[in-house]
């Protein structure tokens, strides 16, 4: 497995990161034994990046990744999240600290590698500029000062102009971005522009600051497989993020791309969508989330084939035009 460096945080990830969510949802409503086979398989095909977080399934991905890594004595780079309070007023810096001492004790850890805010930016519902320079920047200093957490990321969703701003900053090492080929606009499929320069793709414009990027919705919640059916384990309605409106409009412009299939210059769509996610050299990692062993399989085989050629990037170009 191709390892990567995640931006100025100097860490080595692996191209594929395991994403321990709820959209495949394995880590959160598998048995313990497909669970334990998963991850134990995973590791051995050399990923070395894992996400979860507190949401997905009210703890129970951290609690499952808590019991398995343990036995495995396995140390992967590790990121979890914070989500806020729904509630105002919100007392910020007291639900980051106490979310992220639960999912310490949850993953058995005295620390994590990658602490990030899993809200929207700059919206409702999410942290305005004002509350996240003013409350949750201190109190995420005083987790890294107290050696609660190494680096800093966010979920780069919300409003553009704030995340624009923000990511001027330089205050976070890492950024969590939608990335597929139904939404490429984060990301030149090439690298862009010299450091200095302006950037239209927030992506390029995070990894000109040193940013992080790690890819996420990089199947587009399961429409790049091409398939209306959904695994027993995985969740069985999922809203679209940052591509079209629906999942079923997802899912037909997923079908548009059929003939590089069929011209076997892909054993699948999700292989295609998998090569596609990391052929940016600036994404650090791209996470995929499985229901089973076998949709496991088919990422780790993608992910060794490696990005895609500029043609194949032209023809995905055109056919989704």
């Known amino acids: 497995m191709e390892q990567r460096v995640l931006g100025r945080t100097g860490l080595g990830v692996s191209v594929l990161g395991y994403g321990a969510g709820v959209v495949g949802g394995l880590m959160v409503r598998g048995t313990p034994a497909e669970q334990e086979r998963s991850l134990a398989r995973a590791l051995e095909a050399g990923i070395t990046y894992v996400d979860t977080a507190p949401s997905y399934g009210n703890g129970e991905s951290e609690r499952n990744l808590g019991r398995v890594l343990k036995p495995l004595g396995a140390r992967p780079v590790l990121g979890t999240k914070i989500r806020l309070p729904a509630a105002a007023p919100r007392d910020i810096p007291g ?100 450091p200095g320069q302006d950037f239209e793709r927030l992506g390029d414009l995070a990894a000109a600051q040193g940013v992080g990027l790690i890819g996420i919705r990089i199947l587009a919640a399961g429409a790049l497989s091409g398939e209306a059916g959904r695994h027993p384990v995985a969740m069985p309605e999922v809203a679209p993020i940052a591509s079209a409106a629906d999942y079923a409009t997802d899912l037909a412009h997923a079908r548009a791309l059929r003939p590089l299939v069929e011209e076997d210059l892909a054993t699948s769509l999700a292989e295609l969508a998998i090569r596609y996610a990391i052929t940016p050299a600036a994404m650090g990692t791209a996470l995929i989330g499985t229901a089973s062993q076998e949709q496991l399989e088919v990422a780790i085989a993608a992910a060794e084939k490696g990005p895609l050629p500029p043609p194949v990037l032209e023809r995905i170009a055109a056919l989704l035009a």
């Open 95 to 194: 639900a980051i600290a106490a979310s992220l001492e639960a999912s310490l004790q949850r993953l058995g850890r005295d620390s994590i590698d990658l602490f990030q805010l899993h809200d929207p930016i700059g919206v409702v519902e999410g942290y305005t500029l004002t509350e996240l320079l003013g409350e949750a920047v201190p109190a995420l200093h005083r987790l890294q000062e107290q050696g609660k957490c190494r680096f800093l990321g966010i979920t780069a969703l919300g409003s553009t102009p704030a995340l624009r701003q923000l990511l001027e900053t330089g205050i976070f090492d890492t950024a969590q971005i939608p990335f597929n080929p139904l939404n490429p606009s984060w990301l030149a499929p090439r690298p862009a522009r010299l």
